[in-house]
C-alpha cells in the first residue's frame, strides 16, 4: 500500500472517543503488566493476550489509531514504573518516523505538562499512580476536543509535590526558547513555549511569537523527524523554532 493510501485508510477509521480508547487500552495494559511475568504471555500474539486485551493488541496494526495513541503513551509509561514500554512495538528507525509522518491522519495531540498547570477539576479524566521506594507517581488524562492533555506529578511521603516536568530550553547567542510540550503529530495551536519570555504557538503553519508571526516551511516538522540526527528531537525543534525566530527578527 503506497503512502497516499495509507493516508485514506487512517481518515476514513471511524471517529472515536480518545478518553475511552485511553481508558480501554490502560485497562488491557494492567491486565498484561500482571500476566507478562510469564515468559510465554509476553507475546501480544498468544491467544491469552489476543483474548484478554482486546484493545492492546490492535497495536500490531500498523494502520490502527490504537497503535498511533500507544506510541505516544510508551515513553510516558516507561517514565512511569521503569518497563521499557517500547519493546512491545519493534520497528527500525526509519520505519517507526514513516509511522509518525502518517499518524498526523488521525488528528491526534498528545501534550504532557507539569500538575501545576491544572488549575481545576476537568470533568471528565482518567488517573494512574505507581508507588516506588518513598514516592508515588501521578498520571492525569484530560480530554480536550482532539487533544489528550497528561498532567504529571510525583507526590513524596510527606504529601509534597515535586515538579515533573522540567522544560526543554534552548539559548543561542541572546535568546532562549523555553519548550513545555509539543505535539509531534503537528497540532500546536496553544501555547507550548515561550521564546525570550513571549508566548509561542503555531498556527495554519505560522510561528507566533508574541505579536510576531512567521512562516514556516511546507513539512517542515516532517523533515525534521526524518533528518533528525538526537534522540531528542524535542530538543531539535526547539533549536529548530529558536532559529526560525532569529532570522526573521534579522
Known sequence: MDLISQIIAR?????????????DMLQDILIYDKLKAKAQFQDLAHPVIQKKCPTL????????????????????????????????????SKQDKIEQILNKSFGIEFCVYDMTNLQSEPDEWIA????????EKLFIFVEEKTKLIVYSAQL???????????????????????????????????????????????????????QMKLDLPEG?????????????????????????????TR
Open 11 to 23: 481518515k476514513q477509521q471511524k471517529p472515536i472517543k480518545l478518553l475511552s480508547l485511553l481508558d
Open 156 to 210: 513524596t511521603a510527606d504529601g509534597y509535590m515535586r515538579q515533573e516536568i522540567k522544560p526543554i530550553t534552548v539559548k543561542i547567542d541572546n535568546d532562549y526558547i523555553s519548550l513545555q510540550s509539543f505535539s509531534q503529530l503537528g497540532n500546536n495551536d496553544y501555547v507550548f513555549a515561550s521564546i525570550n519570555s513571549q508566548p509561542v504557538r503555531i498556527r495554519d503553519n505560522q510561528l507566533h511569537v508574541g
Open 57 to 92: 493488541v490492535k497495536i500490531l496494526d500498523t494502520g490502527s489509531i490504537e497503535r498511533a495513541l500507544y506510541q505516544e503513551l510508551a515513553p510516558l509509561l516507561t517514565t512511569f514504573n521503569n518497563y521499557n514500554w517500547h519493546n512491545l512495538i519493534q520497528t527500525e
Open 220 to 248: 517542515w516538522l516532517q523533515v525534521l523527524q526524518m533528518d533528525a540526527t538526537s534522540n531528542d528531537i524535542e530538543t531539535d525543534i526547539a533549536t529548530y523554532l529558536l532559529q526560525k525566530y532569529q532570522e526573521g
Open 128 to 135: 494512574i499512580s505507581h508507588t516506588a521506594e518513598d514516592s
